[in-house]
């Protein structure tokens, strides 16, 4: 069994990025849940509870041997694609926010492409480890990997569900790219990419509205502009440190999704330019202690794990904080944006009360 060694920094990191989501999370949808469940408190308390239940996992977890996971590569993979398929069927997978992309469990959810991601980085470690001597050759030692990438993406597709799939193929690439696989390679499947993108927004034309809505979101701005415009209002008056906590007007119904998709316009609105530095320092603090950690490990398995978990993190994160400030397209399906603008349209129409009536049936 391999010696784990603790890396307080990265702990108390984690730990304080943590306690701070709990205490925004309260503050960005403490308006809403009062509204929809007549309890301001709602959030906070579920999301306090997930929060003591990761700590008492990670430090579960933590004492196992990694090369448990290693052991398991093959079985978790496995497992991971049931559920991706079992998710897809109607009936058994719930549908939320227009994606069937969740096992409901009373009113809990578990989405299984979450899992998808760490278990293809496990079996992606496995596998790189074990044909270290074949990533030269693209056909016989990349191929197989990035055709287990792309099933996986497919069927994160199917839910649909474009954000997590991205996510999870620039992390296997990004895997493949440290182990050394030929530049030109990248190239070609940065072409393929692009082509690929061309044909999603082809199958689905209310991507190329998202698109256009990103270029100028003043173009639709009761619908596919509606949430970039409202994030960057929320993001522009913060100034250097804020309007205060709590004291956020955007999360007055304004802002779809402030507690989750949206919280970083709301971090911005309320502390400002000094809440950006403490989330994007509390960030860049993990992905350096992670990359290091990556780098210091003594087998090839550990490291490509390593550098796998720390990649999609990061990627995650730095999507999400680019969304939020316009500088990619927002992502999601079609029928949330057909739910934004029936709010918005009543509320220039009839009125705040009946648009908070659609709201709350949302």
């Not at 100034?239 to 779809?256: A, D, E, R, T």
Request: net charge positive; charged share 15%.
């Amino acid at each position: 069994m391999k010696k784990i060694n603790f890396d307080l920094i990265l702990f108390i990191s984690v730990i304080v990025l943590s306690i701070f989501g709990v205490v925004m999370i309260y503050s960005s949808s403490s308006i809403w849940a009062e509204y929809k469940f007549q309890d301001s408190f709602k959030y906070l308390k579920s999301q306090s509870l997930f929060l003591i239940i990761g700590i008492i996992l990670m430090f579960i977890i933590s004492k196992i041997d990694y090369f448990k996971y290693k052991e398991k590569a093959n079985l978790i993979l496995g497992v991971c694609f049931v559920l991706l398929i079992l998710v897809a069927i109607p009936g058994i997978g719930t549908v939320r926010n227009g994606s069937r992309s969740w096992f409901g469990i009373g009113p809990f959810g578990i989405q299984p492409s979450e899992f998808m991601k760490l278990a293809l980085i496990i079996f992606t470690a496995k596998y790189l480890e074990k044909n270290d001597k074949y990533l030269t050759n693209v056909k016989k030692g990349v191929f197989p990997i990035l055709g287990m990438t792309m099933l996986a993406f497919l069927l994160i597709m199917l839910q649909p569900d474009f954000g997590t799939g991205t996510i999870l193929v620039i992390t296997i690439i990004c895997m493949l790219f440290v182990s050394g696989v030929k530049m030109g390679f990248f190239v070609k499947i940065g072409i393929v990419g692009i082509i690929g993108a061309i044909g999603l927004i082809i199958m689905a034309p209310y991507r190329l509205q998202r698109i256009l809505s990103f270029v100028n979101p003043w173009v639709d701005p009761l619908g596919a502009g509606f949430q970039i415009i409202q994030s960057l209002y929320a993001i522009g008056p913060g100034g250097l440190l804020g309007m205060g906590l709590g004291n956020s007007i955007q999360k007055h119904f304004y802002l779809p999704e402030p507690q989750t998709d949206f919280i970083f316009s709301i971090i911005s609105e309320e502390l400002g330019f000094l809440g950006i530095v403490i989330v994007s320092s509390l960030f860049i603090t993990i992905i350096y202690r992670g990359i290091k950690i990556a780098l210091n490990s003594k087998d090839l398995f550990g490291k490509y794990l390593s550098f796998g978990i720390i990649f999609q993190l990061a990627f995650q994160a730095i999507l999400n904080l680019m969304v939020v400030v316009g500088l990619i397209p927002v992502t999601g399906y079609a029928r949330n944006w057909e739910k934004i603008t029936k709010v918005v349209e009543t509320l220039v129409n009839k009125g705040k009360r009946e648009a908070l009536i659609n709201l709350k049936n949302t």
